[in-house]
């Protein structure tokens, strides 16, 4: 079986052989064929970090092991990794977090038992860094949650959650704030919940999560989240278990699936042959349980928990009594515990998740489509405009803009009310919205919106419009807050 790596940068090499290594020592079916992708390939003129030949390489084999990569900062320049991961639709960013020994944490010490996983939704939300100033002061990000990108991940954390025997999936989310967005993950969530019913479904605001999180990990078992909220979710779940060197990773799609270590390029110690290769290991692990090589999956994980439980350990964790060894010896004392078990730590489960992805052609790019059509109307538009007048004045000269049934019936500063009503302790920024709605929900045209455009352009530096729609009876935006 062919499969596509890239060995990234940084410690990238160092690791990634160490585990081909391992891989090679218990004698896997697999073919690599190595990409160029990373930092240094963009350094060579590929503004995307990778090669036409690794793009594709790595659609043909479906298949994507790498090792971290480094995002240039600043300059505009895009994460390799992110562009991977939203490219080649990797819907599913599943993480695993689990109380080892060998490795001490406040957890383990207490005697509290973790097994944890973590799916990320890995596309949307504020990743596609859609960000636009729209004055010299004022930034503003789009954040993009969708039913058919919400539905492709809890699908896959019901499936998984199902397979792996799990008693709990809880859906963290912000709904409370944000009713549209995570409003809509959540709605998602509970329709997919119905199709599983000997699983315990249920949802819970992402502050309240990360605070119970960190008092009772145990009481969690699979939980699905929105991409930024997951992103940090994640990494504080990586410290519960001791770190981001505990980590792997799957990014799991329809047609292409990237395994890699959560962890980055870590430059401080890059060259020096002394990093922890276990969460590119673990990774590989879940690759091999993908391909469904679970037998192999199984066998080398046993070896590097018994590692990992005789105290052997790199620079970066273990008992601090007990000298550290370098990256090569590290990889090598786990091949040499093949065929061994450890006592202490969970055992790794052959019937672990296998979701084996199709890697089947395709002509044309898959259009995500919901099945509701209820019918569509436009009842109103929001102008982002810039300006320095009080909420008073400008809604005068606002008003002069009205047109029949479409009046202006807030005007908002930061997503606050401030006109008709608000209090003058309310800090502004140069950029309002002024909301201009229909009477009684009359529709309107496109036209009525760029008439209105027009009218008030003469007045003011527009920086941004949104029509307000409404489907059926729901209207589709929501309220400032106070309004
Ligand atoms: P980092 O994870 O590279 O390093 C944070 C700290 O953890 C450092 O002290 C490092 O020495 C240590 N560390 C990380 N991995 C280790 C390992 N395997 N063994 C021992 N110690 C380890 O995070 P940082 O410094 O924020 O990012 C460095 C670069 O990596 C950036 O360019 C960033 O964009 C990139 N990055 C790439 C990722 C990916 O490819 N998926 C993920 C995260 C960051």
Same mark, same amino acid.
């Given at each position: 079986?062919?499969i596509?790596?890239?060995?990234?940068?940084?410690?990238?090499?160092?690791?990634?052989?160490?585990?081909?290594?391992i891989?090679?020592?218990?004698?896997?079916?697999?073919?690599?064929?190595?990409?160029?992708?990373?930092k240094?390939?963009?350094?060579?003129?590929?503004?995307?970090?990778?090669?036409?030949?690794?793009?594709?390489t790595?659609?043909?084999?479906?298949?994507?092991?790498?090792?971290?990569?480094?995002?240039?900062?600043?300059?505009?320049?895009?994460?390799?990794?992110?562009?991977?991961?939203?490219?080649?639709?990797?819907?599913?960013n599943?993480?695993?977090f689990?109380t080892?020994?060998?490795?001490?944490?406040?957890?383990?010490?207490?005697?509290?038992?973790?097994?944890?996983?973590?799916?990320?939704?890995?596309?949307?939300?504020?990743?596609?860094?859609?960000?636009?100033?729209?004055?010299?002061?004022?930034a503003?990000?789009?954040?993009?949650?969708?039913?058919?990108?919400?539905?492709?991940?809890?699908?896959?954390?019901?499936?998984?959650?199902?397979?792996?025997?799990?008693?709990?999936?809880?859906?963290?989310?912000?709904?409370?704030?944000?009713?549209?967005?995570?409003?809509?993950?959540?709605?998602?969530?509970? @329709?997919?919940a119905?199709?599983?019913?000997?699983?315990?479904?249920?949802?819970? =605001? /992402?502050d +309240? *999560? &990360?605070?119970? %999180? #960190?008092?009772?990990? @145990?009481?969690?078992?699979?939980?699905?989240?929105?991409?930024?909220?997951?992103? =940090? /979710?994640? +990494? *504080? &779940?990586?410290? %519960? #278990?001791?770190?981001?060197?505990?980590?792997?990773?799957?990014?799991?799609?329809?047609?292409?699936?990237?395994?890699?270590?959560?962890?980055?390029?870590?430059?401080d110690i890059?060259?020096?042959?002394?990093?922890?290769?276990?969460?590119?290991?673990?990774?590989?692990?879940?690759?091999?349980?993908?391909l469904?090589?679970?037998?192999?999956?199984?066998?080398?994980?046993?070896?590097?928990?018994?590692?990992?439980?005789?105290?052997?350990?790199?620079?970066?964790?273990?008992?601090?009594?007990?000298?550290?060894?370098?990256?090569?010896?590290?990889?090598?004392?786990?091949?040499?515990?093949?065929?061994?078990?450890?006592?202490?730590?969970?055992?790794?489960?052959?019937?672990?998740?296998?979701?084996?992805?199709?890697?089947?052609?395709?002509?044309?790019?898959?259009?995500?489509?919901?099945?509701?059509?209820?019918?569509?109307?436009?009842?109103?538009?929001d102008?982002?405009?810039?300006?320095?007048?009080?909420?008073?004045e400008?809604?005068?000269?606002?008003?002069?803009?009205?047109?029949?049934?479409?009046?202006?019936?807030?005007?908002?500063?930061?997503?606050?009310?401030v006109?008709?009503?608000?209090?003058?302790?309310?800090?502004?920024?140069?950029?309002?919205?002024?909301?201009?709605?229909?009477?009684?929900?009359?529709?309107?045209?496109?036209?009525?919106?760029?008439?209105?455009?027009?009218?008030?352009?003469?007045?003011?530096?527009?920086?941004?419009?949104?029509?307000?729609?409404?489907?059926?009876?729901?209207?589709?935006?929501?309220?400032?807050?106070?309004?």
């Open positions: 079986m062919k596509a790596v890239a060995k990234g940068d940084g410690i990238g090499p160092e690791i990634m052989d160490a585990v081909i290594g891989f090679n020592a218990a004698k896997l079916p697999l073919d690599y064929q190595f990409v160029d992708m990373g240094w390939v963009f350094d060579k003129g590929f503004s995307n970090g990778m090669t036409p030949e690794a793009k594709e790595i659609e043909q084999l479906g298949i994507l092991f790498k090792g971290p990569m480094e995002t240039p900062k600043g300059k505009g320049v895009k994460s390799v990794n992110v562009t991977a991961r939203k490219t080649w639709n990797t819907y599913a599943d993480r695993k689990q080892l020994s060998g490795v001490d944490t406040v957890f383990s010490k207490a005697g509290i038992n973790i097994d944890l996983t973590i799916v990320r939704e890995n596309i949307e939300d504020t990743y596609g860094g859609i960000e636009h100033k729209l004055t010299q002061d004022v503003i990000a789009r954040r993009y949650i969708t039913r058919g990108g919400s539905e492709q991940v809890i699908r896959y954390a019901f499936e998984m959650a199902q397979k792996k025997g799990a008693k709990r999936i809880t859906c963290g989310h912000k709904a409370n704030i944000m009713k549209l967005t995570d409003g809509l993950f959540l709605e998602v969530f509970n @329709e997919i119905k199709a599983y019913p000997n699983l315990k479904a249920d949802d819970i =605001i /992402v +309240d *999560l &990360c605070m119970k %999180l #960190v008092s009772h990990p @145990e009481l969690f078992d699979v939980i699905v989240l929105t991409n930024l909220q997951g992103d =940090i /979710v994640s +990494d *504080l &779940c990586a410290g %519960l #278990v001791g770190g981001l060197g505990f980590a792997p990773s799957s990014n799991i799609g329809d047609h292409i699936s990237i395994f890699e270590a959560v962890h980055g390029t870590a430059p890059a060259g020096k042959n002394i990093a922890n290769p276990t969460s590119l290991l673990l990774s590989g692990l879940n690759m091999l349980r993908h469904g090589m679970m037998e192999k999956a199984v066998m080398i994980e046993n070896a590097l928990l018994f590692t990992l439980e005789s105290g052997v350990h790199t620079g970066d964790f273990g008992d601090k009594s007990i000298a550290s060894v370098n990256t090569t010896v590290f990889a090598q004392a786990i091949i040499d515990n093949f065929g061994k078990q450890s006592t202490q730590n969970p055992k790794p489960n052959l019937k672990d998740f296998d979701f084996v992805s199709t890697n089947k052609a395709i002509s044309k790019n898959p259009m995500l489509l919901g099945s509701n059509n209820e019918p569509h109307k436009i009842v109103g538009a102008f982002f405009i810039e300006s320095t007048l009080q909420p008073n400008l809604a005068a000269v606002a008003m002069q803009q009205e047109k029949n049934e479409l009046k202006l019936v807030t005007i908002s500063n930061r997503g606050t009310q006109w008709p009503t608000g209090s003058v302790f309310t800090n502004l920024v140069n950029q309002y919205l002024l909301r201009f709605e229909t009477e009684n929900a009359t529709p309107l045209t496109q036209s009525d919106i760029i008439n209105l455009y027009s009218a008030l352009a003469k007045n003011f530096q527009i920086s941004s419009v949104e029509i307000l729609n409404m489907w059926g009876d729901k209207k589709a935006y929501s309220l400032a807050q106070g309004q």
